[in-house]
């Protein structure tokens, strides 16, 4: 079907995040209908690269950027879509070039001309929708051999699934934005698992029983290979810390072994390989930050749920990291009181900041401090909304007795509080940025 005469609707990459905002970030209306209309106009029904959706509940930014640094390191010209972002929404669509280590966010001025062929396509997208169809048309511009797509909410009406895709990657799959997908894991998991529309290999990484019984149900209506990853041993260096992240590490190896025979590159050459892996960076996961004028020794995490919550008391753990301080906030659909009781019992008697997000979805601020304090002794105070609290709180932090790299104040809940500090830091957002 052509195209249809492209409209001009932004003159400059300010015009495009004006109409993000007015389409409001937390919008959610299900269908893949405007999706797929989008893609008919763009004439993207059958992109002219290969796609790698990447889905599941705790992982996904991990394993989608392994995959994009493990192609990088092969050669490949490689696109990658990632949510949500911490400063600005440029962050979500990035770019490498072969041999450049890092993927870096595509630049707002170069923008429009993608904006204003999805507005022309499909003027009724959601915001996530909108964000979705103008990554596939900038990498559709700039010649990306490999598309990496990290999926929102779910996956049967996720705007990603609305894209072919030559792999599928499932990392662990645990409760999750159960007021949209159903309040238990098998609605979740059948969800996700819907996100199986094709042959198309899939490859995951060990499930709770009910979510691997959905993965297999699909896979086997759509005559999908199901591939289960392999883990990466413990001399590997990784990029991205923790013990976690070996299993997403090796979701996104074996994701790379199914599509690198697509792209003509190598999936054997160990050496590239490791590379690739030593090299994935994303800001907010288990990001250590070293001291400055400004804040104390940082560790940076979005951990809320049990599942998240084990995994970075594990990695802290097989850091010898034991905070001198915790800073707390999250989204209230969030599964978050568990993890912050298992957190609590980890930490012992250091103090704790619930801190008040600036989001229609975040946890009520008394609620936090409560269940904080229902694990003795009650240490958690709340930080006063508005004004330069946060930043006042950090520049107190530089002078606890306590505080020290083996120590750091621990920053976690969510990646919506991690982004009010990129905002007042956001030098943090770069890989030299770790410490």
Known sequence: ?????????????????????SLGLFHVDLGLARMQRALVGLGLTSPPYVTVQVLGTNGKGSTAAFLASLAQSCGCRTGLYTSPHFVSPTERIRIGEPGRDVLLPWPLERWTQAANAVMTAAPDLTYFEFLTALALRIFQ???????????????????????????????????????????????????????IRSPAPVC??????????????AAYQQQAELVQARHVAADVSLGLAGPHQRANAGLALTAWGKVA??????????????????????????QRVASSAQYPPL??????????????????????????GVVFSCL??????????????????????????????AAL??????????????TAVALPKG????????????????ISPARPLLITGSLYLLSEIFALHPRLLLPDARA
């Open 1 to 21: 079907m052509p195209m249809r005469e492209q409209t001009s609707f932004f003159d400059t990459g300010a015009d495009v995040v004006r109409h993000l905002e």
């Open 141 to 195: 511009q700039e010649g990306v051999e490999l598309a990496v797509l990290e999926a929102g909410l779910g996956g049967r009406h996720d705007a990603t699934s609305a894209a072919p895709a030559h792999c599928l990657c499932y990392g662990p799959i645990a409760m999750d934005h159960s007021d949209v997908l159903g309040p238990t894991l098998a609605d979740i998991a059948t969800d996700k698992a819907a996100a």
């Open 204 to 217: 995951t990484i060990p499930q709770f029983p009910v979510a691997a019984a959905a993965l297999v149900s």
């Open 261 to 286: 025979p697509l792209l003509g590159r190598d999936s054997q050459d160990w050496a590239l390989l490791a590379r690739g892996l030593s090299r994935a960076f994303l800001p907010g996961r288990l």
């Open 299 to 324: 560790l940076l995490d979005g951990a809320h749920n049990p599942h998240g919550m084990t995994a970075l008391i594990a990695a802290m753990r097989a850091q010898g990291v034991r905070p001198a």
């Open 332 to 361: 209230g659909d969030k599964d978050w009181r568990p993890g912050l009781r298992m957190l609590r019992t980890y930490t012992g008697t250091v103090p704790y900041v619930a801190v008040p997000l600036d989001n229609p979805r």
């Open 365 to 378: 601020i008394e609620d936090m401090v409560a269940a904080c304090n229902a694990v003795q002794p009650a």
């Open 387 to 402: 004004g330069n609290a946060l930043n006042e709180l950090l520049l107190k932090a530089r002078a606890w007795p306590e």
